[in-house]
């Protein structure tokens, strides 16, 4: 017998007066229901899972049903609002009701199917259970709650502000909402929410959202629904719970620049799922933005309030689009079609009336107009050079590190937040990175495990001598201040122009930094080819390649964690991305220092690395002018995008001789499957021999001084090396590890020629293993054609037997 056996045999004994029981509470809740004029109705959702606000509300002969977690307090919250008297029914139309048809000959009594519909054990009711609905009385319907759940839960208001605009207009929202009975909203700084929990929100979210085309509050937000949209592994869907309505604040003069930042989040909350309650409205600063405002704060609300009108959202938003196409499709367009284009056309479809007041196309404008037009256009112009010329000259500027308001006001300071949230970390580790603390992570790279094996070195080896088992690759900062289009992170890195999350301790990353890859070496130990002497000599990490993914120079304390590395004899290869010149400059000796040159001008820069920063140009330039400065090992590192950042070879030469560095690292572009965002493909990854004559343009171009040193042909890379390393014929690219960590603890001055070492003669450029080591085992990955034919053989070999 199992356990549940003597709960089978209660069931048995009681379960008849436990159905009765439920029944009168069933029929109970019904009668109250009706006493509080809140009549439930089944919920009708479409295909994609909306509800369906237009359906006339019924009364008391829907079914009973469970209200999904809503609480008696939240039935109190709902606004009085008595919608329209629904037309009476007829009997007829009644469920459950035979309108009469089936009663028994000689009874009058209404609407009585003559008990048949009646429960077996009513003896109660004179008929019918049907007989107890008021078919006859006119009953008053109120809002849905399961219909309007953002009537139910209090509506949070985002804004953003620089100028106080947008949270004025929070404000106004708010007073409304009050005065029309709902719920209170909540008001929300959009710099104090944390973005990730967008993907919980349930209820309903407006977002009052100011532009600015410079650093300021909306670019957490933007660059989180960017990210979060464009990344690949967030399912579609993500935001499908939340309910949205964005109103934009910006200024007409800034032209193709009007309201992009708010226009876009309002794209992204749709592409991603979230449920547009009302239609994007913007307000120009240029013109009336207080009346446009109102007036889309007023449309919005009726909306909500009023399902009457829902029919006007629901056309707008419905998912059979005219061409086919649902709402959420319709946001997933990208580039072909003009967006305001669609509104515009919808928008005029309705009849509804433009938001922002602007001119609509159609519209004639009078001659005896066009000189106010002018002088509006030429007002506006002033006015943008003034606001430009205040926010410069603004001491505070709008951050999220938020401490005094314009006017002295102490400001609560904000938590400050860890940067790698739940949602990061949980993607990272699928990539394979050991997250340390809160900021740093580490992976074992492909060539280790070569290394291992005794398969070969990364290009490393030929040009300065690092052997891959013994390096380490990792960075304290995951975050960097560029979104570049062959970054393999696929753009879930988190992104900032300033360091805004907790610092962790440079002992605590590089304790945890070793533990983590020593525990991902031993998982190593039983992959077969692993040589046991390598393994054993893997256990001293000798290099730290400081380069993995982020900006490890933004890390606050990236000197003292090199002086940890150095202290250990850890060799330190430290990449930046030229976007933070004065960390740069302050940067104690690594021993090879270098920068990424994605671009050699600024339109093409832009477009390869997609920079936060406005000014990303004169940083990167200043970043170059650091690094020239610096008199120790530097190196440029050019990473070759076919159709992006090929061509402008003098630009390029322009450049090296601006840095002077000591090397030029040219590689081609690794394919590692991009996401959406990058819309890279295998054809914008150059052939080596296509490395090549891009490299001796460029070495042709610099004339003396600069020379082609060595090549990795397996991982196309050349490297050009300054002549200092040469001697007569012998290149000197290689490094002298130990005379370095001499050199630095001997607190002197020092240049990188003082730890120069001799290049082998099989690493340089031209020569027939082509910077393959001869000491190690060169393993040719099968082709298809070599792998079917193998195991075909296999096949015919097993025959034999
Ligand atoms: C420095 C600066 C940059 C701006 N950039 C833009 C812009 O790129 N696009 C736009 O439509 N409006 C832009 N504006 C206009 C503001 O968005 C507009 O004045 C808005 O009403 C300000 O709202 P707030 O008071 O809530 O900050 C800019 C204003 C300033 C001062
Ligand atoms: S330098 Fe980079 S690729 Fe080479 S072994 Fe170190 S981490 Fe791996």
Same mark, same amino acid.
């Given at each position: 017998?199992?356990? =549940?056996?003597?709960?089978?045999?209660?069931?048995?004994?009681?379960?008849?007066? %436990?159905?009765?029981?439920?029944?009168?509470?069933?029929?109970?809740?019904?009668?109250?229901?009706?006493?509080?004029?809140? *009549?439930?109705?089944?919920?009708?959702?479409?295909?994609?899972?909306?509800?369906?606000?237009?359906?006339?509300?019924?009364?008391?002969?829907?079914?009973?049903?469970?209200?999904?977690?809503?609480?008696?307090?939240?039935?109190?919250?709902?606004? &009085?609002?008595? $919608?329209?008297?629904?037309?009476?029914?007829?009997?007829?139309?009644?469920?459950?009701?035979?309108?009469?048809?089936? &009663?028994?000959?000689?009874?009058?009594?209404?609407?009585?199917?003559?008990?048949?519909?009646?429960?077996?054990?009513?003896?109660?009711?004179?008929?019918?259970?049907?007989?107890?609905?008021?078919?006859?009385?006119?009953?008053?319907?109120?809002?849905?709650?399961?219909?309007?759940?953002?009537?139910?839960?209090?509506? &949070?208001?985002?804004?953003?502000?620089?100028?106080?605009?947008?949270?004025?207009?929070?404000?106004?929202?708010?007073?409304?909402?009050?005065?029309?009975?709902?719920?209170?909203? &909540?008001?929300?700084?959009?710099?104090?929410?944390?973005?990730?929990?967008?993907?919980?929100?349930?209820?309903?979210?407006?977002?009052?959202? =100011?532009?600015?085309?410079?650093?300021?509050?909306?670019?957490?937000? %933007?660059?989180?629904?960017?990210?979060?949209?464009?990344?690949?592994?967030?399912?579609?869907?993500?935001?499908?719970?939340?309910?949205?309505?964005?109103?934009?604040?910006?200024?007409?003069?800034?032209?193709?620049?009007?309201?992009?930042?708010?226009?876009?989040?309002?794209?992204?909350?749709?592409?991603?799922?979230?449920?547009?309650?009302?239609?994007?409205?913007?307000?120009?600063?240029?013109?009336?933005?207080?009346?446009?405002?109102?007036?889309?704060?007023?449309?919005?609300?009726?909306?909500?309030?009023?399902?009457?009108?829902?029919?006007?959202?629901?056309?707008?938003?419905?998912?059979?689009?005219?061409?086919?196409?649902? *709402?959420?499709?319709?946001?997933?367009?990208?580039?072909?079609?003009?967006?305001?284009?669609?509104?515009?056309?919808?928008?005029?479809?309705?009849?509804?009336?433009?938001?922002?007041?602007?001119?609509?196309?159609?519209?004639?404008?009078?001659?005896?107009?066009?000189?106010?037009?002018?002088?509006?256009?030429?007002?506006?112009?002033?006015?943008?050079? +003034?606001?430009?010329?205040?926010?410069?000259?603004?001491?505070?500027?709008? /951050?999220?590190?938020?401490?005094?308001?314009?006017?002295?006001?102490?400001?609560?300071? $904000?938590?400050?937040?860890?940067?790698?949230?739940?949602?990061?970390?949980?993607? +990272?580790?699928?990539?394979?990175?050991?997250?340390?603390?809160?900021?740093?992570?580490?992976?074992?790279?492909?060539?280790?495990?070569?290394?291992?094996?005794?398969?070969?070195?990364?290009?490393?080896?030929?040009?300065?001598?690092?052997?891959? #088992?013994?390096?380490?690759?990792?960075?304290?900062?995951?975050?960097?201040?560029?979104?570049?289009?062959?970054?393999? $992170?696929?753009?879930?890195?988190?992104?900032?122009?300033?360091?805004?999350?907790?610092?962790?301790?440079?002992?605590?990353?590089?304790?945890?930094?070793?533990?983590?890859?020593?525990?991902?070496?031993?998982?190593?130990?039983?992959?077969?080819?692993?040589?046991?002497?390598?393994?054993?000599?893997?256990?001293?990490?000798?290099?730290?390649?400081?380069?993995?993914?982020?900006?490890?120079?933004?890390?606050?304390?990236?000197?003292?964690?090199?002086?940890?590395?150095?202290? /250990?004899?850890?060799?330190?290869?430290?990449?930046?991305?030229?976007?933070?010149?004065?960390?740069?400059?302050?940067?104690?000796?690594?021993?090879? !220092?270098?920068?990424?040159?994605?671009? =050699?001008?600024?339109?093409?820069?832009?477009?390869?690395?997609?920079?936060?920063?406005?000014?990303?140009?004169?940083?990167?330039?200043?970043? !170059?002018?650091?690094?020239? /400065?610096?008199?120790?090992?530097?190196?440029?590192?050019?990473?070759?995008?076919?159709?992006?950042?090929?061509?402008?070879?003098?630009?390029?030469?322009?450049?090296?001789?601006?840095?002077?560095?000591?090397?030029?690292?040219?590689?081609?572009?690794?394919?590692?499957?991009?996401?959406?965002?990058?819309?890279?493909?295998?054809?914008?990854?150059?052939?080596?021999?296509?490395?090549?004559?891009?490299?001796?343009?460029?070495?042709?171009?610099?004339?003396?001084?600069?020379?082609?040193?060595?090549? #990795?042909?397996?991982?196309?890379?050349?490297?050009?090396?300054?002549?200092?390393?040469?001697?007569?014929?012998?290149?000197?690219?290689?490094?002298?590890?130990?005379?370095?960590?001499?050199?630095?603890?001997?607190?002197?001055?020092?240049?990188?020629?003082?730890?120069?070492?001799?290049?082998?003669?099989?690493?340089?450029?031209?020569?027939?293993?082509?910077?393959?080591?001869?000491?190690?085992? $060169?393993?040719?990955?099968?082709?298809?054609?070599?792998?079917?034919?193998?195991?075909?053989?296999?096949?015919?070999?097993?025959?034999?037997?």
């Amino acid at each position: 017998m199992t356990s =549940s056996s003597p709960n089978l045999h209660l069931w048995k004994e009681y379960r008849i007066p %436990l159905v009765c029981m439920a029944v009168g509470i069933a029929t109970l809740s019904i009668l109250l229901s009706n006493k509080n004029n809140i *009549a439930p109705k089944d919920d009708k959702e479409d295909s994609k899972g909306n509800l369906d606000t237009s359906a006339p509300v019924e009364t008391s002969e829907d079914k009973p049903r469970t209200h999904q977690g809503l609480k008696k307090a939240d039935f109190k919250k709902l606004p &009085k609002v008595i $919608r329209k008297k629904p037309k009476q029914k007829k009997a007829d139309d009644e469920p459950g009701c035979c309108g009469g048809k089936n &009663k028994a000959e000689g009874d009058n009594s209404t609407g009585c199917c003559g008990g048949k519909n009646k429960p077996s054990n009513d003896n109660k009711a004179p008929h019918c259970a049907c007989s107890t609905t008021t078919s006859n009385a006119t009953p008053i319907t109120v809002i849905d709650p399961l219909a309007l759940p953002e009537l139910v839960e209090p509506m &949070k208001i985002f804004y953003s502000t620089i100028t106080g605009t947008a949270k004025l207009f929070a404000q106004q929202l708010y007073d409304s909402a009050i005065n029309a009975g709902l719920p209170e909203p &909540k008001i929300i700084d959009i710099v104090d929410y944390d973005t990730e929990d967008f993907l919980t929100e349930t209820g309903l979210c407006v977002f009052i959202l =100011s532009t600015y085309n410079v650093e300021g509050p909306n670019d957490w937000f %933007l660059k989180w629904l960017e990210d979060t949209r464009f990344d690949w592994r967030v399912e579609k869907g993500a935001l499908s719970k939340l309910r949205f309505s964005v109103f934009g604040l910006g200024d007409s003069a800034y032209t193709e620049e009007f309201c992009n930042g708010p226009r876009s989040a309002d794209k992204w909350l749709g592409q991603m799922g979230a449920q547009r309650v009302w239609p994007f409205g913007e307000g120009d600063k240029n013109g009336d933005q207080g009346g446009a405002y109102k007036q889309w704060n007023d449309a919005m609300l009726a909306s909500l309030l009023d399902p009457t009108q829902s029919h006007v959202h629901e056309a707008y938003f419905s998912s059979d689009d005219e061409d086919g196409k649902s *709402a959420s499709e319709n946001d997933d367009d990208e580039g072909d079609v003009d967006e305001d284009e669609i509104k515009k056309t919808k928008e005029e479809k309705l009849g509804l009336p433009t938001i922002d007041g602007d001119v609509s196309e159609g519209e004639m404008v009078d001659l005896e107009d066009m000189g106010n037009v002018a002088i509006k256009i030429k007002q506006a112009k002033e006015d943008k050079a +003034l606001d430009e010329e205040a926010y410069a000259n603004q001491k505070v500027r709008a /951050k999220r590190s938020v401490g005094e308001t314009k006017d002295g006001k102490a400001i609560k300071p $904000r938590e400050v937040r860890e940067m790698v949230s739940p949602l990061l970390h949980k993607s +990272l580790t699928k990539q394979g990175y050991k997250i340390i603390g809160t900021h740093s992570g580490v992976k074992i790279c492909r060539w280790t495990k070569a290394a291992l094996r005794g398969r070969g070195f990364c290009y490393k080896h030929s040009f300065y001598g690092i052997q891959s #088992h013994l390096c380490m690759e990792t960075t304290p900062s995951l975050a960097c201040a560029n979104k570049c289009v062959f970054c393999w $992170r696929h753009h879930t890195n988190p992104v900032g122009t300033e360091w805004r999350w907790k610092v962790d301790d440079p002992e605590f990353i590089l304790e945890g930094a070793l533990e983590n890859h020593y525990g991902m070496l031993k998982q190593l130990k039983g992959v077969p080819g692993v040589r046991a002497e390598r393994f054993v000599e893997a256990t001293q990490v000798k290099h730290c390649a400081l380069s993995l993914v982020g900006e490890p120079i933004f890390y606050p304390h990236i000197n003292e964690f090199v002086k940890l590395l150095h202290k /250990k004899r850890i060799s330190s290869f430290l990449v930046t991305n030229a976007q933070f010149p004065d960390a740069i400059a302050s940067m104690d000796p690594v021993t090879q !220092l270098y920068v990424s040159v994605d671009a =050699s001008t600024k339109e093409s820069l832009k477009k390869i690395d997609r920079p936060l920063f406005r000014d990303f140009w004169e940083r990167f330039l200043d970043s !170059l002018d650091a690094l020239g /400065k610096k008199g120790q090992r530097t190196v440029y590192r050019l990473t070759l995008v076919k159709d992006f950042n090929t061509d402008e070879i003098a630009n390029y030469v322009e450049l090296i001789r601006r840095g002077q560095p000591d090397f030029i690292e040219i590689k081609g572009v690794t394919y590692c499957g991009y996401g959406g965002a990058s819309g890279l493909t295998m054809a914008n990854v150059p052939y080596h021999a296509e490395v090549v004559r891009f490299v001796e343009l460029i070495q042709e171009q610099l004339g003396a001084g600069y020379e082609i040193a060595a090549e #990795h042909a397996h991982s196309c890379s050349i490297l050009v090396a300054s002549t200092k390393f040469k001697k007569g014929d012998t290149w000197y690219t290689h490094i002298d590890y130990d005379k370095f960590f001499e050199l630095v603890e001997s607190g002197q001055k020092f240049t990188s020629l003082d730890y120069m070492a001799e290049t082998p003669s099989w690493a340089y450029f031209g020569a027939p293993e082509g910077g393959f080591d001869p000491e190690e085992t $060169r393993y040719f990955r099968k082709t298809k054609e070599q792998r079917k034919a193998e195991r075909e053989r296999r096949e015919g070999e097993d025959d034999e037997e």
